[in-house]
């Protein structure tokens, strides 16, 4: 079975562009959830969707950054415009109808840097 | 007092060692807690939950002390293999999100 799938894995782009990066979770997953991971600040929860409707996106840093689940196959999350200090791994995962469980399936990150 | 606090290590120990990690929480009312493993440069994968009566998986266990509030994980017969990040992971309350601590960083030497 795929596991979540995230892309890009790596990106490097130019401070003021615009970032997109994309989710796919595991089929039957009720819930979707967005990370950011530096060494600084560690693993950060920005936002999570359950039911593709967000729930909580008290972790989002700034207006700069927005996230989509047009439907239960996809998310995105949006940087605009980049700023050096977004750069960082950012994870998305998936769980169960079960809900909070514990088990989270990550995607294997996308890598962002900003310039 | 930090949602989730880790000690980050690095903790460097022998093959054969046993070694343990604490992490203490500060929601009193989180009933569910979790580690996760981190390899470098991978995501985060789930270890093992941490039950009240506390939990044991071949050479490792968790344990929860709710009247100081941390959890503990004890490696016993260190493997290189298990050289990693843990990462202590509690919900932030009731039914909601989990909250992920920094992690320890355990190097596992020959």
């Known amino acids: 079975d795929a596991g979540v799938i995230q892309s890009p894995r790596h990106e490097v782009t130019e401070m003021g562009q615009e970032v997109t990066l994309r989710c796919k979770p595991i089929?039957?997953?009720?819930?979707l959830f967005w990370y950011r991971q530096t060494m600084m600040r560690g693993l950060e929860l920005l936002i999570y969707f359950n039911n593709n409707v967000p729930i909580d996106d008290s972790g989002m840093p700034e207006d700069r950054f927005s996230a989509k689940m047009p439907n239960a196959s996809f998310s995105t999350l949006k940087i605009q415009p980049s700023e050096p200090r977004d750069s960082a791994v950012y994870f998305c995962?998936?769980?169960?109808?079960?809900?909070?469980?514990?088990?989270?399936?990550f995607g294997e990150g996308s890598r962002l840097t900003v310039l | 007092r930090k949602e989730v606090e880790q000690d980050p290590g690095p903790f460097n120990v022998p093959e054969g060692a046993t070694v343990a990690f604490n992490c203490t929480y500060s929601?009193?009312?989180?009933?569910?807690f979790f580690w996760y493993r981190q390899d470098c440069r991978k995501e985060p994968k789930l270890l093992m939950s941490?039950?009240?009566s506390g939990n044991e998986d071949g050479r490792f266990t968790a344990q929860l002390n709710r009247a100081s509030q941390y959890i503990s994980l004890l490696i016993r017969d260190s493997k290189l293999s298990d050289s990693a990040t843990y990462l202590c992971?509690?919900?932030?309350?009731?039914?909601?999100?989990?909250?992920f601590g920094k992690g320890t960083r355990l190097s596992v030497i020959a």
């Open positions: 992971v509690v919900p932030k309350g009731g039914n909601t999100p989990l909250v």
């Open positions: 089929s039957g997953h009720d819930y």
């Open positions: 941490v039950y009240s």
């Open positions: 995962a998936s769980s169960s109808r079960q809900g909070f469980t514990g088990e989270l399936f």
């Open positions: 929601n009193s009312a989180s009933q569910s």
